[in-house]
Structure formats: C-alpha cells, structure tokens
C-alpha cells in the first residue's frame, strides 16, 4: 500500500522559510510526477509546484520565485523549499505523485494528509 507522508509545516514569521518534506512508502515500481498543493480556509486546493521524474519543475505564478521543489528518488522524498513568506500563503499543503505500485499495471494518483502552514505577519 502506498503511502506519503508531509512534514515540516508549522508556525512562522512572514518573511521566514520553511522546507516542507514528503515521503513515498510502500511497494512501489516507480514514482513519476510529484506535486504539491494547498488549500487555504474557504478557498479551492490549488497546485503550487511540480517536478517530473526528470526533474522539471514547474510553479505556481502565485509563488513564482518564492519556491523550490526538488526530489531524491533515492529516498523516495519530494521538498519544498518556501521562502519569503507571506500570511496569505496560509494553508494545509498537501504532497500529490503519480506512482505504480508493484501490484498494478498503471500509476495512480495518491496524496498524503497534509501539513498545515501558518504564517503570521
């Protein structure tokens, strides 16, 4: 069964860093595409950032130069790196991959439960 597992949100100033972590467990064969998105009280989860199994990252216009996602496969872990925060980027940030278990025949999409982000200005 495949699992992913956030860390690294809490409480911080704006203006502060946090490098938020997600790692795959399970059986798996192979881990494709790797997202992460949030959602803030009353608003629509939106995608903040991407990267495929080449390592091609995309972002959010929202948070264009404020981000930095990044993986090691080796260890089965996506980052984001935030920086120059801001109190609206408040929210529960959630680690989405497109993974294969050993058990199928195509990736499916998983999510993990999520860490939640608190900016204060």
């Known amino acids: 069964q495949v699992q992913l597992v956030e860390s690294g949100g809490g409480l911080v100033q704006a203006g502060g860093t946090l490098r938020l972590s997600c790692v795959v467990s399970?059986?798996?064969?192979?881990?494709?595409?790797m997202r992460w998105y949030r959602q803030a009280p009353g608003k629509q989860r939106e995608l903040v950032a991407s990267?495929?199994?080449?390592?091609?990252?995309n972002y959010a216009d929202s948070m264009m130069g404020r981000l930095i996602i990044s993986r090691d496969d080796a260890k089965r872990t996506v980052y984001l790196e935030m920086k120059s925060l801001k109190p609206e980027d408040t929210a529960v940030y959630y680690c989405?991959?497109?993974?294969?278990?050993?058990?199928?025949?195509?990736?499916?999409?998983?999510w993990g439960q999520g860490t939640q982000v608190t900016v204060s200005s």
């Open positions: 990267i495929t199994s080449s390592g091609s990252a």
């Open positions: 989405n991959g497109d993974i294969k278990p050993r058990t199928s025949w195509h990736p499916a999409a998983y």
């Open positions: 399970g059986s798996i064969f192979s881990i494709h595409t």
